[in-house]
T-cell receptor, first 113, second 114 residues
């Protein structure tokens, strides 16, 4: 079954404590992306990757890092989380052609206190 | 750059009534248009997409959308909604071409009641 798997689903942490949200896909998609979803703001892109070892900033990259060492994995790293990063995060992937649909994970709800 | 406007943040509707969710976009180049649906506690999934050709696009669960280039709109419609259609709906746009990003609207919450 085609899947985008994010872990964890829920995470509560404190300011400044480094964390990683993992994302893995089994569809052999070249393109992967991270979004955050906030009420009234829709989805905003954090970072994306067109292929292995190729990453680029999206609209709201500050405070986040990513890596793409393997095609299937695209972890999101918060080196020093702050309360304004409390949000619902989604990983998504697709083939490199942008007329192909995005496939989303089920989300990670992060709370930073 | 592209932008998307979903003017209605919430749309309440009774079951079996028709519904239209509005989406307007802005772009100086040719675009692809998408509608995604998000059910509670889930990620987004594709409802339908317009790439080229016929301006009336049919998607899953009985939804359809019409691309109107002159009005830069891509409104989503369903002739008769069901309780299970309660969800958040996102319109999205990207320029044609490999490297263009997908820009989402702010979403419309469809609330279907008996």
């Amino acid at each position: 079954e085609a899947q985008v798997t994010q872990n964890p689903r829920y995470l509560i942490t404190v300011t400044g404590k480094k964390l990683t949200v993992t994302c893995s896909q089994n569809m052999n998609h070249e393109y992967m992306s991270w979004y955050r979803q906030d009420p009234g703001l829709g989805l905003r892109q954090i970072y994306y990757s067109m292929n292995v070892e190729v990453t680029d900033k999206g609209d709201v990259p500050e405070g986040y890092k990513v890596s793409r060492k393997e095609k299937r994995n695209f972890p999101l790293i918060l080196e020093s989380p702050s309360p304004n990063q409390t949000s619902l995060y989604f990983c998504a992937c697709r083939f490199v052609d942008n007329n192909s649909p995005l496939h989303f994970g089920n989300g990670t709800r992060l709370t930073v206190t | 750059a592209q932008s998307v406007t979903q003017l209605d943040s919430q749309v309440p509707v009774f079951e079996e009534a028709p519904v239209e969710l509005r989406c307007n976009y802005s772009s100086s180049v040719s675009v692809y248009l998408f509608w995604y649906v998000q059910y509670p506690n889930q990620g987004l999934q594709l409802l339908l997409k317009y790439l080229s050709g016929s301006t009336l696009v049919k998607g899953i669960n009985g939804f359809e959308a019409e691309f109107n280039k002159s009005q830069t709109s891509f409104h989503l419609r369903k002739p008769s909604v069901h309780i299970s259609d309660t969800a958040e709906y996102f319109c999205a746009v990207s320029a044609t071409g490999t490297a263009s990003k997908l820009t989402f609207g702010t979403g419309t919450r469809l609330q279907v009641t008996l």
